[in-house]
């Protein structure tokens, strides 16, 4: 149980054009989804927090216009690269947890190629 | 604030041979701590946490991690590892508050070798 979904496994897109990932939990309703990102060899820095019908809460650095997020119902959650560019590169990956649960479970990761 | 350290980036150790994959945390707050591994180009899968309760924690393939709250450590250990246990291990944070966020170690490449 508690599986969580990506989509896609991975992406190449042009630079200045705009890219979705979908992050989805399979068994569960998912009151809370994260969304990560990891350069290669490195860890795993935190994104954004988005709670079910709210406003995502973005980490400081993390350009919010730039990185749009949507966690629409319970099982979805979307993050939009908007005009993308190669610096943008990098592996996202999210995770999702349902309310009085404290542990995360993660998705498989979407690598994303800027061209 | 809160922050994970694991000081090893590679640990290159030999097949059946036992290792100890360190991570040490700062915290002014209880906590609740994680070992995660990632294969290449995959997500993070939960390997073993400690909530509260034992301060030895168990995993289903051997692993074990000991919560030291003393010397702010939850150092991973296995007693003989396998060519499969090659990944990468990421120790992780989370603060009892409620935004429930994870904080990564920069994590430990375990390099298995034959």
């Known amino acids: 149980g508690a599986v969580v979904s990506q989509h896609p496994s991975r992406v190449i897109c042009k630079s200045g054009t705009s890219v979705k990932i979908e992050c989805r939990s399979l068994?569960?309703?998912?009151?809370?989804m994260f969304w990560y990102r990891q350069f290669p060899k490195q860890s795993l820095m935190l994104m954004a927090t988005?709670?079910?019908?709210?406003?995502?809460?973005?980490e400081q650095g993390v350009e919010k216009d730039k990185f749009l997020i949507n966690h629409a119902s319970l099982t979805l959650s979307t993050l939009t690269v908007t005009s993308a560019h190669p610096e943008d590169s990098s592996f996202y990956i999210c995770?999702?947890?349902?309310?009085?649960?404290?542990?995360?479970?993660f998705g498989p990761g979407t690598r994303l190629t800027v061209t | 604030a809160q922050s994970v350290t694991q000081l090893d980036s590679q640990v290159p150790v030999f097949e059946e041979a036992p290792v100890e994959l360190r991570c040490n945390y700062s915290?002014?707050?209880?906590?609740?701590l994680f070992w995660y591994v990632q294969y290449p180009n995959q997500g993070l899968q939960l390997l073993l946490k400690?909530?509260?309760?034992?301060?030895l924690v168990e995993s289903i393939n051997g692993f074990e991690a000991e919560f030291n709250k003393s010397q702010t450590s939850f150092h991973l250990r296995k007693p003989s590892v396998h060519i499969s246990d090659t990944a990468e291990y990421f120790c992780?944070?989370?603060?009892?508050?409620?935004?429930?966020?994870?904080?990564f170690g920069t994590g430990t490449l375990l390099a298995v070798q034959p």
């Open positions: 992780a944070v989370m603060s009892g508050g409620a935004t429930n966020k994870l904080i």
């Open positions: 995770s999702a947890r349902w309310q009085g649960n404290y542990e995360q479970y």
């Open positions: 400690y909530l509260s309760g034992s301060t």
């Open positions: 068994d569960f309703q998912a009151t809370t």
């Open positions: 915290s002014s707050v209880s906590v609740y």
């Open positions: 988005s709670n079910e019908g709210s406003k995502a809460t973005y």
